[in-house]
């Protein structure tokens, strides 16, 4: 079973696709209590770094899921 959504987002590189567990996603939306969270990439395959937008306190690392 497949699952994608798509999210709006602020991003001005060129593009790419990453796939990701999706709960791995819903937990640390779930846990950062805050409406902004910025994800930094690398490229697709390496992890990306989530974190809320305007606070340094939390910083979450999630790897991609490999096809």
Request: proline residues 7%; hydrophobic residues 45%.
């Amino acid at each position: 079973m497949d699952f994608s959504d798509e999210i709006p987002v602020e991003y001005n590189q060129e593009a790419f696709e990453a796939a990701f567990n999706p709960q791995y996603i819903i937990d640390v939306l779930k846990n950062l209590g805050t409406d902004k969270v910025s994800f930094s990439f690398v490229n697709a395959s390496q992890p990306v770094l989530i974190e809320p937008v305007g606070e340094s306190t939390f910083k979450y690392v999630i790897m991609p899921v490999r096809a």
